[in-house]
């Protein structure tokens, strides 16, 4: 008999979890708490390597398809110091597929293809260990039984409680996230800055960072070291009243803190913060749209647990880590690899002994990247800017 198999989530880690059991023809259930594939805005490009999400889209029969979305020429990077010299401009070789770029929004595409998702369906709760296997319920009070529940559940996940007390805590380094639209035609300045790739601006606790989506998009990203209530009172966190820009929002009589739906008043702020940069990397900040709050927050690392018979993790539910472009490699390959196993697990024994065995890998792989990913926030926005560059230097002679 087949088992009963669910996954919570139908980000990387679920869809390529749920699209390799599909190659293998064992059924699975995908509960996905959005109501619809494009409820919320994507998110931005994300780089998949070589050796982990291509090979994690290998083994779902996808990667000559991803190979044709996909954009090498989006490896490119360059880096500026905030006067606006350019240190290093590093272009891909043509035939270099070792990192390309995809959007979110392409990959998931790709990997949804025929799998049957339950929109709609957010879990609160799972508890394993009941006569009828492990048990998930439903915000809207409905529940289900399964023989395994996977939790590709992300960041905030309510199946992690099921195996572990961990929680993610704040890293000290936030971001304020903006975009631009139609680059190349409305702003084609900043797309000549931007390149074909990412362009980094690394100053004391600070950088801006964009990035080329498709279609002329682009994503920006003011990245700092701040207490995670610092735009509650501008003057008392960041020392910023009284310069550059803000003084207009005060003397409006506005509120110390800041009101992330008055565009204005987050631009002024961030341009406060950036003071002195060179007027073109400001650019960025001045013609960016609306502004989320974005901070980085992390599980510890490395993060285990006592193994729980019919539940597990997979991706950011397992190991959130700093946004230095591994979490979706790593959650897709953990999709793949678990799902191999899996279906590979004759019986019910075969099938906790496959999970017990897939958790120790994931445990000692994620665990170097998550110590990579924390020591190289350090280095991204750092008191010392040069350690960026070096750091920047380093991964690309590796
Ligand atoms: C700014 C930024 C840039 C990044 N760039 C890169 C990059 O270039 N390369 C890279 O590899 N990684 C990158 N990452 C990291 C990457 O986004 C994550 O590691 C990746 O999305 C994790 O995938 P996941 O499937 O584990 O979780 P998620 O992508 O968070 O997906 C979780 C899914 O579960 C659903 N869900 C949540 N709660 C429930 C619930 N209770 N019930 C049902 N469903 C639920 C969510 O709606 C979501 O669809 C970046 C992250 C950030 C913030």
Redesign the pocket.
């Known amino acids: 008999m087949r088992q009963r198999i669910a996954v919570?989530?139908?980000?990387?880690?679920?869809?390529?979890f749920a699209r390799v059991l599909h190659r293998h023809d064992h059924p699975v259930t995908v509960?996905?708490?959005?109501p619809a594939p494009d409820a919320?805005p994507p998110?931005?490009?994300?780089?998949?390597?070589e050796k982990?999400?291509q090979l994690a889209l290998d083994k779902a029969g996808l990667l000559a398809e991803f190979q044709a979305l996909s954009r090498p020429e989006g490896q490119a990077m360059r880096i500026l110091d905030p006067d606006g010299t350019v240190l290093r401009d590093w272009r891909p070789r043509p035939d270099d597929r070792a990192n390309p770029?995809i959007d979110?929004g392409q990959l998931r595409d790709l990997l949804l293809g025929p799998l049957d998702v339950q929109w709609g369906?957010?879990?609160?709760e799972v508890v394993p260990g009941t006569r009828d296997g492990v048990l998930v319920r439903?915000?809207d009070g409905r529940q289900e039984t399964f023989d395994l529940v996977v939790g590709?559940?992300?960041?905030?996940?309510?199946?992690r409680p099921a195996v572990s007390s961990a929680t993610p805590h704040y890293t000290g380094v936030t971001?304020v996230?903006t975009s631009l639209d139609d680059v190349d035609t409305r702003h084609p300045d900043l797309a000549r800055l931007i390149g074909d790739g990412s362009v980094a601006v690394h100053g004391v606790n600070r950088a801006l960072v964009a990035?080329r989506n498709s279609g002329g998009h682009v994503?920006v990203?003011a990245q700092f070291r701040a207490p995670l209530d610092w735009h509650t009172n501008l003057d008392r966190h960041l020392g910023l009243n009284g310069r550059a820009g803000l003084d207009a929002t005060l003397d409006a009589g506005r509120s110390p803190g800041l009101d992330w739906a008055d565009v204005e008043a987050v631009r002024s702020s961030l341009l406060a913060l950036f003071d002195g940069w060179a007027a073109p990397v400001l650019d960025l900040l001045r013609r960016g749209t609306a502004f989320v709050h974005?901070p980085?927050y992390v599980l510890p690392a490395p993060h285990t647990w006592t193994h729980v018979p019919e539940v597990t993790l997979?991706?950011?539910?397992?190991h959130?880590?700093p946004?230095?472009?591994?979490?979706?490699?790593?959650?897709?390959l953990e999709?793949a690899e678990l799902a191999e196993s899996v279906a590979a697990a004759p019986g019910p024994g075969d099938l906790d002994e496959a999970v017990r065995a897939f958790e120790e890998q994931m445990w000692a792989r994620a665990g170097k990247w998550a110590e990579f990913t924390m020591a190289g926030l350090e280095r991204l926005v750092s008191a010392d800017p040069t350690e960026a560059l070096a750091l920047f230097d380093e991964v690309q002679s590796s």
């Not at 509960?31 to 959005?34: F, G, I, K, V």
């Open positions: 919570i989530g139908a980000g990387p880690a679920g869809l390529t509960l996905e708490r959005d919320r998110g931005g490009t994300l780089d998949l390597h982990l999400g770029e979110r369906r957010s879990v609160t439903f915000a590709a559940d992300g960041a905030w996940s309510r199946v971001v996230e990035q994503k990203y974005r980085l997979l991706g950011d539910a397992a959130l880590m946004p230095l472009g591994v979490g979706a490699n790593l959650a897709m999709g």
